[in-house]
């Protein structure tokens, strides 16, 4: 069974930092592309951020670019967002999601893991 | 940036087909995806590259994707539908999802 389990949430402060983990089983890890999509309470999907097999390429979203880095260890089938210098509106539920291949579809997620940014 | 758009709700009588819009600029040369998110869940995908149904989705889902428009329909929609879904599509190597469609069963 393919599971993806998020860890690291938790309350921050406004400029802060925060590491989230994704340990993932049930599947060849190093097979697939990664990434971190998030939700604000209450609101839609907003994709943050993706990561290739190898960490050869790395992609994020204007709103967290400079900020996030995305990385992974293949040989602990882990996923990891080092996120600095949070600000409020990056409170929200943060999921990983496996991906198969550049531009395919999110095809397993995470329970996902919560980080409020708040003074 | 790219830029997918929902209806922010539709209603539909359980047993009637629900369809379910996603428009954006040239839609129809991408692949679209579909995801279904039920209250306190994590989103589970429902269609992909336009039309294909993951192993497990029932056949009731079937997709469209043409032009600008890509559209999600279920047929005999029934109680246990009722959710949020959001479309989604790469522009580049950006994801994009469109701003969630409620569907209500009522």
């Known amino acids: 069974e393919v599971q993806l389990v998020e860890s690291g949430g938790g309350l921050v402060k406004p400029g802060g930092s925060l590491r989230l983990s994704c340990a993932t089983s049930?599947?060849?890890?190093?097979?697939?592309?990664m990434n971190w999509v998030r939700q604000a309470p209450g609101k839609g999907l907003e994709w943050v951020s993706s990561i290739s097999t190898t960490s050869s390429f790395v992609y994020y979203a204007d709103s967290v670019r400079g900020r996030f880095t995305i990385s992974r260890d293949n040989a602990k089938n882990s996923l990891y967002l080092q996120m600095n210098s949070l600000r409020a509106e990056d409170t929200a539920v943060y999921y990983c999601?496996?991906?198969?291949?550049?531009?395919?579809?999110?095809?397993?997620w995470g329970q996902g893991t919560l980080v409020t940014v708040s003074s | 940036s790219y830029e997918l758009t929902q209806p922010p709700s539709v209603s539909v009588s359980p047993g009637q087909t629900a369809s379910i819009a996603c428009s954006g600029d040239k839609l129809g040369d991408k692949y679209a995806y579909w995801y279904q998110q039920r209250p306190g869940q994590s989103p589970v995908l429902v269609i992909y590259?336009?039309?294909k149904r993951p192993s497990g989705i029932p056949e009731r889902f079937s997709g469209s994707n043409s032009g600008n428009t890509a559209t999600l329909t279920i047929s005999g929609t029934q109680a246990m539908d009722e959710a949020d879904y959001y479309c989604?599509?790469?522009?580049?190597?950006?994801?994009?999802f469109g701003g969630g469609t409620k569907l209500t069963v009522l």
């Open positions: 989604q599509a790469w522009d580049g190597s950006t994801g994009v």
């Open positions: 049930g599947f060849t890890f190093s097979y697939y592309a």
């Open positions: 590259q336009n039309s």
């Open positions: 999601a496996r991906q198969r291949d550049y531009g395919d579809p999110f095809d397993s």
